[in-house]
T-cell receptor
């Protein structure tokens, strides 16, 4: 079974621009979560989607948004990029049930200059 | 407020010996705990998990112990191998977390031949 895929793997953007990252979950997984990893803050939860609905959101500004499609694929968008948005953005998928295991993709490395 | 803490940023162990990675948490509502392993420029890989109704879970060379009264969990790797060298994250979740994993800051394990 194929793992979680994320595109693109690397991205360089300029301050003020916006960016869209894509995530395809493991086949059959209906929940998709997004995390930001930075050296100073570690792995921080952004949001989680299930059945095209955002169920939970982390403590990030409104510039960070996401959505999920009917095939469970998800995108996240960051508008008006700031230098501090430079990070590894990780997507994780999971089955819904009595398991909390999330399976991560390789991440998208975003650099804002 | 760091709800999940890994107080040792690094650990060095000789090949063949036991590696013990520690994690403390503060939120008594957490009822599921996970360990992930991460290599640079890759997403975290799920290793092993434990529910709060258990105090031990074993999978091959990996064993996780949970002490609920102390709000402490540990990951034991026996025997340690050079390929185990990576950053290890503990994470916590629960029914009230809405699909969110809360991660510790990670411990970098180095297994020397």
């Amino acid at each position: 079974k194929a793992g979680v895929t994320q595109t693109p793997r690397y991205l360089i953007k300029t301050r003020g621009q916006q960016v869209t990252l894509s995530c395809s979950p493991i086949s059959g997984h209906r929940s998709v979560s997004w995390y930001q990893q930075t050296p100073g803050q570690g792995l921080q939860f952004l949001f989680e989607y299930f059945s095209e609905t955002q169920r939970n959101k982390g403590n990030f500004p409104g510039r960070f948004s996401g959505r999920q499609f009917s095939n469970s694929r998800s995108e996240m968008n960051v508008s008006t990029l700031e230098l501090g948005d430079s990070a590894l953005y990780l997507c994780a998928s999971s089955l819904i049930g009595n398991s909390y295991e999330q399976y991560f993709g390789p991440g998208t490395r975003l650099t804002v200059t | 407020d760091q709800q999940v803490k890994q107080n040792s940023p690094s650990l060095s162990v000789q090949e063949g010996r036991i590696s013990i990675l520690n994690c403390d948490y503060t939120n008594s509502m957490f009822d599921y705990f996970l360990w992930y392993k991460k290599y640079p420029a890759e997403g975290p890989t799920f290793l092993i998990s434990i529910s709060s109704i258990k105090d031990k879970n074993e999978d091959g060379r990996f064993t996780v112990f949970l002490n609920k009264s102390a709000k402490h969990l540990s990951l034991h790797i026996v025997p340690s191998q050079p390929g185990d060298s990576a950053v290890y994250f503990c994470a916590a979740s629960g029914d009230n977390q809405g699909g969110k994993l809360i991660f510790g800051q990670g411990t970098e394990l180095s297994v020397k031949p």
